[in-house]
């Protein structure tokens, strides 16, 4: 079965400093990777996807993500974090099979200090 | 187009007691998913549809809970009884099948079950 899991619960990012959340997956084959961010008090929204092709993919929001097979990752980037970025970010994985079920990870909670 | 719709926002209800929650989703969107998020647990799916058909519950925690589909513009999730455990945060999403990786979120039910 597909599984995702998000080492870090809580990172603490300065304003203007640069920022990586970790992402690790499971599955058999070549997934479908995601990442999504939820506001407070709101839903989540699509950030950016990998499906195939060039394993650094750019996101809205100025972020981006690179899938590493080897290491079974798929982090997510930015090199200047901006207040409006704290939120909680949530990786996913999806199988390439039709199978519409979207498995997410537990989520990291990113805290900007000025 | 307003984006996924859910009510209520928040629901208060005593130990025993049925609780509906409401979803429309995207208009012309052939895919819905219910989404339950805990603290503990993470984001869980419960169950999704395709064009209003019921394809995979495996998510649904027990048979108190169930969800119809009656037309492609209104999904219910019924929890009968309730009970304090399933205090949590509802969401519905909905996509496109030709784009269905990209989930639309509403902003949730907020549950609590007393």
């Known amino acids: 079965a597909q599984s995702v899991t998000q080492p870090d619960i809580h990172i603490t990012v300065s304003e203007g400093a640069s920022l990586e959340l970790r992402c690790n997956y499971s599955y058999g084959a070549t ?3 995601f990442w999504y961010v939820q506001s407070p008090g709101q839903g989540l929204q699509l950030l950016l996807k990998y499906f195939s092709g060039d394993t650094l993919v750019q996101g809205i929001k100025g972020f981006e ?9 798929f982090n997510l980037r930015k090199p200047s974090v901006h207040w409006s970025d704290a939120a ?21 909670r990113l805290t900007i200090i000025p | 187009d307003a984006g996924v719709i ?3 926002r928040h629901e208060v209800t005593e130990m025993g007691q049925e609780v509906t929650l409401r979803c429309k989703p995207i208009s012309g969107h052939d895919y819905l998913f219910w989404y ?18 019921p ?20 999904s219910t ?27 639309f979120f509403g902003s949730g039910t907020q549950l609590s079950v007393l």
């Open chain 1, 65 to 73: 993500a690179e899938f590493k097979r080897s290491q079974s990752s």
């Open chain 2, 6 to 8: 859910q009510s209520p």
């Open chain 2, 55 to 74: 394809i995979d519950d495996s998510g649904m925690p027990e048979d108190r809970f169930s969800a119809k589909m009656p037309n492609a513009s209104f």
């Open chain 1, 88 to 108: 909680e970010y949530f990786c996913a994985v999806k199988s390439n099979f039709g199978n519409e079920k979207l498995t997410f990870g537990t989520g990291t």
């Open chain 2, 77 to 103: 999730l019924k929890i009968q009884p309730s009970e304090p455990r399933d205090s949590a945060v509802y969401f519905c999403a909905s996509s496109l099948r030709e784009t269905n990786e990209k989930l």
């Open chain 1, 31 to 33: 997934p479908y990777l």
């Open chain 2, 36 to 53: 339950r998020q805990t603290m503990m647990r993470g984001l869980e799916l419960l169950i999704y549809f395709n064009n209003n058909v």
